[in-house]
């Protein structure tokens, strides 16, 4: 599964945006698909998950309420909607996907990885 992220830019804090993530390639294997973030220094660390065939979703404690995963099946799209921004949310979101079902919060059950885009929040 080939992944292309797209939507980082800079924003202020309170602000809003939506990353998307298509997938390509063997999408019908997709067991789940996630963004993650990581900052200089510190390990990627899981921001919200989806399953492909079902409407369980993972959120991490810190953007609960704020952020939302959705995803289009027919369109192999996933997005992440980030509300009311922090400039703790500083950070490159990468997509990832699962060829299998594997555990929906572990990053290492993610096999397929897109490119990272930049988000920053400024105060």
């Known amino acids: 599964v080939q992944l292309q992220a797209s939507g980082g830019g800079l924003v202020q804090a309170g602000a809003s945006l939506t990353l998307s993530c298509v997938a390509s390639?063997?999408?019908?294997?997709?067991?789940?698909m996630g963004w993650f973030r990581q900052t200089p220094g510190k390990e990627r660390d899981i921001v919200a998950a989806?399953?492909?065939?079902?409407?369980?979703?993972y959120y991490t404690d810190s953007v609960k309420g704020r952020f939302t995963i959705s995803k289009d099946i027919a369109k192999n799209t996933v997005y992440l909607q980030m509300n009311n921004l922090k400039p703790e949310d500083t950070a490159v979101y990468s997509c990832a996907a699962q060829s299998h079902l594997g555990p929906i919060a572990a990053v290492t059950s993610y096999d397929s990885w897109g490119q990272g885009t930049l988000v920053t929040v400024s105060s």
């Open positions: 989806v399953r492909w065939s079902s409407a369980v979703a």
């Open positions: 390639g063997r999408s019908f294997s997709i067991g789940a």
